[in-house]
């Protein structure tokens, strides 16, 4: 499986920015896919995920509210929708793919991750 995030960049306070992760190979079976960040000297950490087979959308308390998680099946893409953006939430964005199932929203229930898209949100 590869992913492939795009649609990061700066963002003002108050703004919005939709990252999509374009899932292609062997996609077959997935369990679910994720969100997840990491900001300079802080570890990766989940912000959202939704399992394919009811399509239920869990969040972190930090964006809860704000982001908003949704897919595409035709396109094999999930997209994370940001609103409402501070500059608590400039890192890195990763998508990631669940094959096993587990819990969506820890990082060792994910196989495969994409390489990440920088965004940043200024004050």
């Known amino acids: 499986v590869q992913l492939q995030a795009s649609g990061g960049g700066l963002a003002q306070a108050g703004g919005s920015l939709r990252l999509s992760c374009a899932a292609s190979?062997?996609?077959?079976?997935?369990?679910?896919m994720g969100w997840f960040r990491q900001a300079p000297g802080k570890e990766r950490e989940f912000v959202a995920g939704?399992?394919?087979?009811?399509?239920?959308?869990y969040y972190s308390d930090s964006v809860k509210g704000r982001f908003t998680i949704s897919r595409d099946n035709a396109k094999n893409t999930i997209y994370l929708q940001m609103n409402s953006l501070g500059p608590e939430d400039t890192a890195v964005y990763y998508c990631?793919?669940?094959?096993?199932?587990?819990?969506?929203?820890?990082?060792?229930?994910?196989?495969?991750w994409g390489e990440g898209t920088l965004v940043t949100v200024s004050s």
């Open positions: 190979g062997r996609t077959f079976g997935t369990y679910g």
């Open positions: 990631a793919a669940n094959m096993r199932g587990g819990s969506i929203w820890r990082r060792s229930a994910y196989a495969y």
């Open positions: 939704m399992t394919f087979s009811s399509s239920r959308p």
